[in-house]
């Protein structure tokens, strides 16, 4: 299991983004994490990049928001279309994100946000 977590601003403090992952099982070392990065791109997010070499079929992705992944629909779908493929899954800690989740998911076949690993369809 794997963390990521981003901001877009400095003024943001990331530690409660690391907290909700540390809270869904994700250890320190393996979370991943881009500093100042607008997520309009995957322009400035290296350590998603980074990321996204080091996972592997079977592994979970956590988010505690699906818009960390980047903030345009397109490129989240895409994103989790290319996970979809690589049978890797992604799992977003806030419910509040689920239906925008859901959405996002039903368009490359997966299930909505349950707080848990999103399960595959087969």
Same mark, same amino acid.
């Given at each position: 299991?794997?963390?990521?977590?981003?901001?877009n601003?400095p003024?943001?403090?990331?530690?409660?983004?690391?907290?909700?992952l540390?809270?869904?099982?994700?250890?320190?070392e393996?979370?991943?994490?881009?500093?100042?990065?607008?997520?309009?791109? %995957?322009?400035?997010q $290296?350590?998603?990049?980074?990321?996204?070499?080091?996972? *592997? #079929? +079977?592994?979970?992705?956590v988010?505690?928001?699906?818009y960390?992944l980047?903030?345009?629909?397109?490129?989240?779908g895409a994103?989790?279309?290319e996970?979809?493929?690589?049978?890797? %899954?992604v799992?977003? $800690?806030?419910?509040v994100?689920?239906?925008?989740f859901? *959405? #996002? +998911?039903?368009?490359?076949?997966m299930?909505?946000?349950?707080?848990?690993?999103?399960?595959?369809?087969?």
């Amino acid at each position: 299991m794997y963390g990521y977590a981003r901001t877009n601003r400095p003024d943001v403090d990331v530690e409660p983004q690391h907290r909700a992952l540390r809270e869904a099982g994700v250890r320190e070392e393996a979370i991943f994490t881009d500093l100042v990065v607008s997520g309009l791109n %995957m322009d400035g997010q $290296t350590q998603l990049e980074t990321l996204l070499g080091v996972v *592997r #079929a +079977g592994d979970t992705i956590v988010v505690d928001h699906l818009y960390r992944l980047g903030r345009d629909a397109c490129r989240m779908g895409a994103l989790l279309a290319e996970l979809k493929h690589r049978d890797v %899954m992604v799992s977003a $800690t806030d419910h509040v994100s689920s239906s925008v989740f859901a *959405r #996002a +998911g039903c368009a490359v076949g997966m299930c909505e946000a349950t707080g848990g690993p999103v399960p595959r369809a087969r």
